[in-house]
């Protein structure tokens, strides 16, 4: 029985800063006149006492007429720190691993009154963890005919401190949330892939981009394959929001054209780390961009490393 993807949305942090201002502040790596030369215009990150959950809340408040009969819920982040909500100093202070295990997956089914939902956690597949939320709850559709549907959450945020640059990509803390179920609306899923290479897994900034064209060209290629599609068959590849210059090379490889690359938001919401394809294909709605019957590629790289990929068709009911 096919699984569909039926509704979005997102949230960001509340402080916006151009990348100059984020270089100002020693935000960044590569300096600010580099990001914008890779497309990068502005960032968004989380003021102080603002958590992860903040976000995931303000992410999922849009979607909660759809969540009547939610049997699953998926939570996931890139950085596992932001999967426990406890204090880690009550932990050094007492020695009780409880303050490591407040997860906000159980804060959040609770808020939103979901208690007939299967509650699993999601945070060992770095950037791509939202689109292995979204395999997790089709392969569960699939095999758990009582299963109706499932909510896919990400939410991530970086700790005081951190650098607001990854593998010359500028971050904005955000989350992102979605509906699959079996409801015939929004997209169709057609294949879901995910491939990770752990000998990459202590790769520095420049082996991972290194190793980025060579890995991502084959896993594209075995993406589409378990679609039985080709590249000529999409209407675009929804991507990560990095930098502009990678995917004009890769582009080329893959034989797609570059107007096929679609990361509308680039530029103004920078990577927002695990949600940036479902920030992608809500900028696209919303400017006109996808019609009923195209075949959209939704693809996320990430540190582990990690590569996932998804193939949606637009349906023709809403």
Known sequence: MPAYLNAMAFAVGEVERTVEEADALGLLVSGA???????????????????????????????RPHLAGTGALLYATCIPANANLGDPSRFAATGDVKYLMDFPASHLQAEFGLEDAFVLGVNQQAC??????????????????????????????FPPGAKYEQAYNLISDGAAAMVVGRKPAG??????H??????????????????????????VGETLAKAGLKAGDLSAIVTQNMNVKAWQILSRLLGIGFDKVAFPSLGEVAHMISGDNIVNLLRLEAEGRVRSGDKLLLLMSGYGLNWQGVVLERCACR
């Open 187 to 192: 997209y169709r899923i057609l294949a879901c």
């Open 128 to 157: 791509t963890g939202l689109l292995g939320a979204l395999r997790l709850a089709a392969l569960m559709l699939a095999g758990e005919p009582a299963l109706q549907s499932a909510l896919c959450v990400t939410a991530d945020r």
């Open 194 to 219: 995910a491939r990770t290479n752990g000998a990459w897994a202590r790769a520095s900034d420049d082996e991972t981009v290194g190793t980025f064209f060579n890995h991502t060209h084959r896993f």
């Open 33 to 63: 006149a580099a990001l914008r030369a890779a497309g990068f215009a502005r960032q968004h990150a989380c003021a102080e006492g603002t958590t992860a959950y903040d976000l995931a809340r303000r992410a999922v408040e849009p979607l």
